[in-house]
């Protein structure tokens, strides 16, 4: 047998011992920590049990079924030993969810932590769970992208011109986004500074009514919304925003430059002020996160996590031409719609994950109001995206849009093959199907 061969043979036996150690280990934690509840029929401890219960569940069917996909060769990293043909595989548990042995398939630790109702179940679990994105994100994926280059699936006709582009409209990596790339010697970089500055010390310092950061969080929703969707409702029309500007004898670059500047404030500042508005309501302690309302909490913290997760990764599928609606104002561009990182999985995570974390503040501060702002701020974003998105990428991209997402598409295959698998739900399917048909004549 080849060396590389034997040092993978070698390689399972130790990965078996490892992660049967890690699982029978984090079993016993789970055990040790347990404590029979002293009243199980209420509400809160029967849906924690249901919940849990089946979070497990979920575990092993994700497993199962990532197994069923990669098999043996790639469930034991065999492509950091030696290559087979094979190409990367996106259906069933993997177009649920980017890369699922690290994510979904991790669900049976929050499942365990709600069904023991332990604080240090849930704190070691979510420190294990972070450990795995840790390996997923400086072993796994730099190995994937180093195997598999393909997977972004790029043209490579259309990089020259790609280029080009970038190089005449992007500073690439020094535009300010956000607050990465600040630089104090840009005007349109310390006036934001000043904005985030004043609006934040005006919070910390100043005891000023509520109806000061409502209206202050929805003003800059509402320029977000309204404001830049105008802008781009009529440049995506009409190229309005680039004619304004070369009436008085300026670059394309130049107007691009503005339109940059001013989408990265208001972009800034709609978090900032939601913040503000919940630090305004805000009413937590150090207790909450480790007594009553912990798990509660805890819920809030991962969907800070899920949000976070969500804009770096569209970023970094996007990058700066998509982050700044690039299509828009720069022709010329290739117009190949790729689905590709997040969006292989959702066709729109902005509107989808996107506010997940405005939720997770929403259920620290234990305030309807914090709450409903949320549900605006997620409306608004809903209405940017069918009134000014949709329309521009219907135009540019025609018949490359598609109707459905991967976990849709994943979703529905899944339910037919249990259907297909199981005698009565299959006489149920088809009994639905033929009433169906008769309706419609």
């Known amino acids: ?54 979070l497990c569940l979920f575990t092993i069917w994700a497993k199962t079924d ?16 030696f290559l087979v043909d094979q190409k990367l595989t996106f259906d069933r548990v993997f177009a649920l969810s980017p890369h699922p042995m690290y994510t979904i398939g991790y669900s049976f630790y929050y499942g365990a932590a709600l069904i023991t109702q332990s604080s240090v179940v849930l704190y070691v679990s979510l420190f294990a769970h972070f450990c795995q994105i840790l390996f997923l994100t400086f072993v796994e994926n730099p190995h994937i992208e180093k195997t598999y280059p393909d997977i972004v699936m790029d043209d490579a006709s259309e990089d020259d011109a790609k280029q080009k582009i970038m190089q005449s409209y992007f500073n690439v990596g020094k535009d300010l986004i956000l607050v990465k790339n600040f630089n104090i010697m840009r005007a349109a970089d310390i006036f934001t500074l000043v904005i985030i500055s004043q609006t934040i010390m005006l919070s910390i310092f100043f005891n000023l009514p509520w109806y000061f950061y409502a209206g202050t969080t929805i003003f800059w929703r509402i320029s977000y919304t309204a404001g830049l969707g105008y802008i781009l409702h009529r440049q995506s029309k009409s190229n309005w925003w680039i004619s304004r500007f070369n009436e008085r004898k300026e670059t394309k670059q130049f107007a691009f430059d503005q339109w940059k500047s001013i989408y990265n404030l208001v972009l800034v500042m709609n978090h900032v002020s939601f913040f503000c508005f919940f630090i305004k309501f805000a009413e937590v302690s150090v207790w909450d996160f480790i007594g009553r309302y912990f798990f509660k909490q805890a819920i809030a913290i991962i969907l800070i996590w899920v949000n976070v997760w969500s804009s770096l990764s569209t970023f970094q599928t996007l990058g700066e031409f998509g982050w700044f609606y690039g299509d828009f104002f720069i022709e010329g561009y290739p117009s190949k719609l790729y689905y590709t990182g997040i969006y292989r999985f959702i066709n729109n995570p902005e509107y989808v994950t996107g506010f997940a974390a405005y939720y997770g503040l929403a259920i620290i501060s234990n305030s309807q109001a914090v709450f409903a702002m949320a549900i605006f701020c997620q409306i608004c974003n809903y209405l940017f995206s069918i009134w000014v998105e949709r329309p521009h990428m219907v135009k540019l991209y025609g018949l490359q849009i598609r109707e459905k997402s991967g976990i849709e598409v994943a979703v529905k295959e899944i339910m037919h093959e249990v259907v297909e698998s199981s005698s009565p739900l299959l006489r149920i399917a088809k009994k639905t199907t033929k009433a169906n048909k008769q309706k419609a004549k």
């Open 1 to 54: 047998m080849p060396a590389c061969f034997n040092a993978w043979f070698g390689f399972r036996h130790i990965v078996d011992v490892v992660l049967a150690n890690d699982l029978v280990s984090y079993i016993v934690l789970c055990i040790a920590y347990y404590q029979p509840p002293a009243k199980i029929w209420t509400i809160d401890i029967i849906c924690s049990y249901l919940f849990g219960i089946f």
């Open 66 to 81: 990532a197994y069923r996909v990669v098999q043996d060769f790639a469930w034991y990293w065999g492509d950091f030993f």
